[in-house]
């Protein structure tokens, strides 16, 4: 149990949290609340860490949402989540800023204090197109970054299995490791059920279609 | 007004935002709340915001400090504050894992929300010694990270211009632009005056004595 991996409840996370505890790595899961919209994807990190058996932190930052203007995800005031594909220019509105390299850093302190060796994410290459902060180039520094930081005190790793894989890919690793796939939470729009229609259902869907695998979610609305 | 300036209300920081507003260029100052044991020092922030006129901002990151094991900053019930110089082994309790990582991440994003062009914090060259997320190298790292974590999206850089002065240097630029040391607080114990025996009252102590400046500061005691 060395590894503390980061889950927001979403398909890829809860697949990275079973592929660690698989291998006996998964030590703990921790999870950001940002004032996101789709708040509710924390209960599904919760289920997931209660089914794995392992701690689960919840590391409150709704006092910094403020702060985070500018996104559809946490400015619902402001802003719409668009309907449609990621790689669609309108979707630039659900990036929060630096919120990854936020989470990582304070991924990296709680690894710290709590002995573990790795922080893992779940990023993946559908990411890249729109988000920076998911991108290979990002990763890197910021693990090169993370050496600097903690250097000669502790040392953690950042580990992104799914760096290069695509979404479907992590869909079929997730049904080899028999993944509740019903039990995580994908749709930005956090309402009842997934919509359907906002990008990460659109990419959800899709995922399953190409990686041949049955989809157990329940949307709301199927575009033709 | 292009820069948010990350102030904990000690001299250095003092320092820099009266430098930063000298040159117009200061737009707000970001403070942090992580469970601190000198969480008086936030009043000293507060009151260079107010001098100088911009907007201040704490950030309550008091949720996270119990993951900030293993420090004598936020962890009363098992660390004293070592008394001595910098230099020696003891000092290593101070060090709170990835603190400025997390710290200059949100100041990033802050950055990014409010339109600035750059994030300052008073970094130099004293720091290195124990401190690895102090050092140049993680301070370069750090600003290659924010340029992956923000590309095409944000352009934000990293504004570190104490990096290679010591803290006798800030003394002598801050006694340049009559900045108000005595309301600036650096005692790691936060009591009522500053101890005068703590790792960062010893420094400040010496950078007065070196840089030729009378030093207003009320202490407790002072070594012969």
Redesign the interface.
Known sequence: MTTIAICSGGLDSVTLAYKLADGAALKRLVSFDYGQRHRKELDFARACAAALAVPH?V??LT??AS????SALTDAENFEVPDGHYAEPTM?VT?V??????ML??G???A???GARSVAAAFHSGDHFIY??C?P??VE??A???????????DVALDTPFIDMAKADIVRVGAALDVPFGDTWSCYKGGERHCGRCGTCVERREAFDLAGVADPTDYAQVPA
Chains 1, 2 share one sequence.
């Open positions: 932190d590391i409150d006092h910094l702060f985070l203007k500018g630039r990036v800023p630096n919120r990854n390299a936020i850093a304070i990296f302190a709680i710290a204090g709590d920076p902060d991108r180039a990002f520094a910021f090169a970054m993370q050496q600097r930081a903690l250097e000669g005190c502790w």
